[in-house]
């Protein structure tokens, strides 16, 4: 712009102008290929294995809830231009239902892992016989979830290196394993009578399968954070602790820990209420700033609730 010219144009509008400009730059230097992830565990795996060849978006903010968050008009236009998109699945975000078939109606790639990787049902409750999409809980299941992230990112990802992918994948699949083998260790300690879990909401079913504990009750008898237990569901497992002298009743870092407060006063049993990292990364930096320290904070922190 001429000296002249710019004695033409108003200050604001210049500003705005010279604005617009960068914008454009800096959308220019990101247009690489682009991976969308819906959780932030999941992105945390996908990060893992994708590295610097190509951008991750992770929708869901650290230390929220999975089935409730939902995102901005920006972020869901965004989701439109990705070159995969990678979901849980199974239900499992209930704010994202209309984002993600956006997205497949597009014609975007969709790699949902939930039902990829060996779901199981739930048994009881008001989500009974509905597919449990809590599948992180079991780090075996995990390692499968990285090889088809892997396989999905070479196949609809342009541009990035597969050999590299294959050998990111390769790595985190053996840290994965090698969080399997410290989980099962710690819970060896843990006398067969007192392996039982009581959660805020029906959360553990893999992991309880993986390592041979009981799911005896949950304070929300579903596997969704937005349902509600009614006043005989409460009594009902505050009877059920006191049964099966459950030691501890887990919840959610990220949710109110209230009525599992009032049902452990209920038990008539010294019943600890102990909060763990179940559905959310923390934030970076702490115990659950990554999946694989979520999990190794959670298997510690069970196995000294119930050891003993």
Request: charged residues 20%.
């Given at each position: 712009?001429?000296?002249?010219?710019?004695?033409?144009?108003?200050?604001?509008?210049?500003?705005?102008?010279?604005?617009?400009?960068?914008?454009?730059?800096?959308?220019s230097a990101s247009d690489?290929?682009?991976?969308?992830?819906?959780?932030?565990?999941?992105?945390?795996?996908?990060?893992?294995?994708?590295?610097?060849?190509?951008?991750?978006?992770?929708?869901?903010?650290?230390?929220?809830?999975?089935?409730?968050?939902?995102?901005?008009?920006?972020?869901?236009?965004?989701?439109?231009?990705?070159?995969?998109?990678?979901?849980?699945?199974?239900?499992?975000?209930?704010?994202?239902?209309?984002?993600?078939?956006?997205?497949?109606?597009?014609?975007?790639?969709?790699?949902?892992?939930?039902?990829?990787?060996?779901?199981?049902?739930?048994?009881?409750?008001?989500?009974?016989?509905?597919?449990?999409?809590?599948?992180?809980?079991?780090?075996?299941?995990?390692?499968?979830?990285?090889?088809?992230?892997?396989?999905?990112?070479?196949?609809?990802?342009?541009?990035?290196?597969?050999?590299?992918?294959?050998?990111?994948?390769?790595d985190y699949s053996g840290?994965?394993?090698?969080?399997?083998?410290?989980?099962?260790?710690?819970?060896?300690?843990?006398?067969?009578?007192?392996?039982?879990?009581?959660?805020?909401?029906?959360?553990?079913?893999?992991?309880?399968?993986?390592?041979?504990?009981?799911?005896?009750?949950?304070?929300?008898?579903?596997?969704?954070?937005?349902?509600?237990?009614?006043?005989?569901?409460?009594?009902?497992?505050?009877?059920?602790?006191?049964?099966?002298?459950?030691?501890?009743?887990?919840?959610?870092?990220?949710?109110?820990?209230?009525?599992?407060?009032?049902?452990?006063?209920?038990?008539?049993?010294?019943?600890?209420?102990?909060?763990?990292?179940?559905?959310?990364?923390?934030?970076?930096?702490?115990?659950?700033?990554?999946?694989?320290?979520?999990?190794?904070?959670?298997?510690?922190?069970?196995?000294?609730?119930?050891?003993?």
């Amino acid at each position: 712009m001429t000296a002249s010219l710019r004695r033409l144009v108003p200050l604001g509008l210049l500003l705005a102008l010279t604005a617009s400009a960068v914008t454009a730059c800096t959308s220019s230097a990101s247009d690489g290929p682009l991976v969308v992830v819906t959780t932030n565990i999941l992105g945390d795996v996908v990060e893992n294995v994708v590295g610097d060849q190509a951008d991750v978006m992770v929708l869901m903010p650290r230390n929220a809830d999975p089935h409730s968050f939902e995102i901005s008009a920006p972020e869901a236009a965004r989701v439109e231009s990705a070159d995969l998109v990678v979901s849980n699945g199974l239900g499992l975000e209930e704010g994202l239902g209309s984002t993600v078939e956006a997205a497949r109606a597009e014609s975007i790639p969709i790699l949902e892992v939930g039902e990829r990787v060996r779901p199981i049902a739930y048994g009881t409750g008001q989500s009974s016989g509905l597919l449990d999409p809590h599948i992180w809980t079991d780090p075996d299941r995990m390692r499968e979830a990285v090889a088809l992230v892997r396989d999905a990112v070479i196949e609809h990802v342009t541009g990035v290196d597969a050999q590299v992918i294959r050998d990111r994948s390769d790595d985190y699949s053996g840290q994965l394993e090698e969080l399997t083998e410290r989980m099962t260790s710690r819970f060896a300690g843990i006398p067969e009578e007192r392996r039982t879990l009581v959660t805020n909401h029906h959360v553990f079913g893999y992991l309880a399968e993986r390592f041979d504990f009981e799911v005896v009750g949950a304070v929300i008898p579903s596997g969704t954070t937005l349902a509600s237990p009614s006043a005989s569901d409460l009594s009902q497992l505050a009877a059920t602790i006191t049964s099966a002298k459950a030691p501890a009743i887990f919840v959610d870092s990220s949710q109110p820990n209230r009525l599992a407060e009032v049902l452990a006063s209920e038990a008539r049993l010294p019943v600890a209420v102990v909060s763990l990292f179940t559905e959310s990364l923390g934030d970076a930096g702490s115990d659950a700033g990554t999946y694989i320290q979520m999990m190794d904070s959670n298997s510690l922190t069970i196995s000294r609730s119930l050891a003993s």
